[in-house]
Nanobody, 119 residues
Framework: QVQLVESGGGLVQAGGSLRLSCAASGTIFSFDTMGWYRQAPGKQRELVAA???????NYADSVKGRFTISRDNAKNTVYLQMSSLKAEDTAVYYC?????????????WGQGTQVTVSA
């Protein structure tokens, strides 16, 4: 069982920056992937960025070059540095831990933190 707590959401001006943090309690294994998803009203939850323990990253095309994901393995914490924010980045952002489990995965989710970008 993994519990995730997000912080850092809020209101920010377009073009500005914001950093989200997610602290995980419980054990995060070397094979776990940590990441961020987001969901805007009326839309499906989508992957924003993910990072493996060794540092391999994956970004949605819409945020590539603007967002940076990182993790502190010693602190079981994942971060999302968001820059050049746009109105379309407005969404609830969810921290995620994905753990391989056989041919499937286990997914753990935080409660979400609201990010609102205003012009």
């Amino acid at each position: 069982q993994v519990q995730l707590v997000e912080s850092g959401g809020g209101l920010v001006q377009a073009g500005g920056s914001l950093r989200l943090s997610c602290a995980a309690s419980g054990t995060i294994f070397s094979f776990d992937t940590m990441g961020w998803y987001r969901q805007a009203p009326g839309k499906q939850r989508e992957l924003v960025a993910a990072i493996a323990r060794g540092g391999t990253t994956n970004y949605a095309d819409s945020v590539k070059g603007r967002f940076t994901i990182s993790r502190d393995n010693a602190k079981n914490t994942v971060y999302l540095q968001m820059s050049s924010l746009k109105a379309e980045d407005t969404a609830v952002y969810y921290c995620n831990v994905r753990r391989p489990y056989g041919i499937n995965n286990l997914n753990y989710w935080g409660q979400g933190t609201q990010v609102t970008v205003s012009a």
